[in-house]
């Protein structure tokens, strides 16, 4: 078999495309290949598929191919064009690779294959691409699989915020709670940025969203109620968030005691910040006794925490009924601690309350598709933020869109 004949086999030209020439260099450790075609084919405009013969050709283009033996493989040809009377002088399509692309489409699954599995740096390593060329790879599989992506009832919906990197801008992420998967992304977290999605919905599947996850945050409340019909049963205000907004209020009252208590050179919550952060179960094994030692103490962050752990009763309730009574002993217990920082906490919370308490038609939580969250947060966490906000984007559509990213 000569070589033309062996490259053609392997990289699977089929008729018109045979390899008119091979040229190998060792110490470059490169294959490069020529394919070519007959004169006298007739081809189809890209567009219309009306048969056209030969107008002319293009610029000899290259693509990488798979490496063949460790050598890196290029695969070089002049794409012809034809003159369709409708669509002008346009480039046919080539059978190796999409239209645009660098890459052969077997080197481009390859790439996708890699860039699923690591980080785009080490991607770029294994496979000897640039950095732009990796994230070309990233962005068309990215476009490819949203195009694809059918239309279809998302029932329960997660919508959170995510910062592309520490103190910089934010990004509006809409998930399927159900399906584990990243629906849309828009930049910013205004009304108009979860308004973009919705948007883009059907009546039909606007209708059928049945619960929406979310924190307390009104640009997000303006828009679910702006488009998503019924959306006042629907809105399920996340446990974790607000527990978070708990967790804040115990920490300032924590900094407010300790300021309090050096001024009399006491240092009684010197260190102590991040035992009053965990929940009890998660207080290390270590700090267990030198925690519940403070909490024996009457201290304000103490009443605070408590007060604070407490509250996560509220989403064990099986009866709303019950759950509003608890709410109500709890409400009380809140605004009558003397702790400020807890009765605006509950202040805020009581504003919400009737949207806390939907959890028990829908019991949703952004913290469901944990999976998605730890993805993203690894994905930030790999490129140390992101600076360039499209790339963040890019980045978590292909990892957590669920996307069929392959070329055909
Ligand atoms: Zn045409």
């Known amino acids: 078999?000569?070589?033309?004949?062996?490259?053609?086999?392997?990289l699977g030209l089929q008729t018109p495309w045979t390899v008119s020439r091979v040229h190998l260099d060792i110490t470059q450790q490169r294959v490069d290949i020529w394919a070519e075609h007959?004169?006298?084919?007739?081809?189809?405009?890209?567009?219309?598929?009306?048969?056209?013969?030969?107008y002319d050709h293009a610029e000899e283009r290259t693509w990488r191919h798979l490496d063949s033996c460790q050598f890196q493989t290029h695969l070089h040809a002049r794409i012809p064009r034809v003159a369709c009377g409708e669509h002008g002088v346009v480039q046919v399509t080539v059978p190796w690779a999409e239209p645009r692309s660098r890459f052969t489409l077997l080197f481009e699954r390859l790439a996708i294959d890699v860039l699923r599995q690591c980080d785009v740096r080490?991607?770029?390593?294994?496979?000897?691409?640039?950095?732009?060329?990796?994230?070309?790879?990233?962005?068309?599989?990215?476009?490819?699989?949203?195009?694809?992506?059918?239309a279809r009832m998302v029932r329960r919906i997660g919508v959170d915020e995510k910062a592309a990197a520490k103190g910089h801008r934010y990004l509006t992420v809409v998930c399927d709670l159900d399906e584990g998967t990243v629906e849309y992304i828009a930049e910013d977290r205004k009304q108009e940025s979860l308004d973009r999605y919705y948007a883009g919905l059907t009546p039909e599947q606007l209708t059928g969203i049945e619960a929406i996850a979310m924190d307390m945050w009104e640009p997000y409340i303006q828009a679910t109620r702006a488009r998503v019909p019924e959306a006042t049963g629907k809105i399920v205000f996340d446990r974790f968030h607000i527990m978070g907004h708990l967790g804040k209020a115990v920490d300032t009252v924590r900094k407010q005691e300790h300021r309090e208590l050096m001024a009399s050179g006491d240092e009684t919550l010197?260190?102590?910040?991040?035992?009053?952060?965990?929940?009890?179960?998660?207080?290390?094994?270590?700090?267990?006794?030198?925690?519940?030692?403070?909490?024996?103490?009457?201290?304000?962050?103490?009443?605070?925490?408590?007060?604070?752990?407490?509250?996560?009763?509220?989403?064990?309730?099986?009866?709303?009924?019950?759950?509003?009574?608890?709410?109500?002993?709890?409400?009380?217990?809140?605004?009558?601690?003397?702790?400020?920082?807890?009765?605006?906490?509950?202040?805020?919370?009581?504003?919400?309350?009737?949207?806390?308490?939907?959890?028990y038609q829908h019991p949703i939580t952004n913290a469901m598709s944990e999976g998605l969250n730890s993805q993203i947060q690894k994905i930030k966490s790999m490129a140390c933020g992101f600076r360039n906000i499209e790339h963040f984007k890019t980045a978590i559509y292909f990892h957590c869109g669920g996307l069929d990213l392959y070329p055909c």
């Not at 078999?1 to 392997?10: C, I, V």
């Not at 007739?42 to 598929?49: F, H, K, M, N």
């Not at 080490?122 to 059918?150: N, P």
């Open 1 to 10: 078999m000569q070589d033309t004949a062996l490259y053609q086999y392997l």
């Open 122 to 150: 080490g991607a770029t390593r294994i496979l000897r691409i640039s950095w732009d060329e990796a994230w070309g790879v990233m962005q068309r599989a990215v476009t490819r699989g949203r195009t694809r992506k059918q």
């Open 270 to 359: 010197k260190g102590s910040k991040y035992l009053w952060l965990y929940s009890q179960e998660n207080v290390p094994a270590q700090r267990r006794e030198e925690f519940a030692a403070l909490k024996r103490q009457e201290l304000k962050v103490g009443r605070a925490w408590a007060i604070k752990e407490a509250f996560r009763c509220l989403w064990h309730y099986v009866y709303p009924a019950s759950g509003w009574k608890f709410w109500k002993r709890w409400y009380f217990w809140a605004t009558h601690s003397r702790l400020k920082p807890i009765r605006k906490a509950a202040e805020t919370i009581r504003q919400h309350i009737s949207n806390i308490v939907t959890y």
């Open 38 to 54: 007959p004169a006298d084919v007739a081809w189809v405009c890209p567009q219309c598929t009306k048969r056209l013969p030969l």
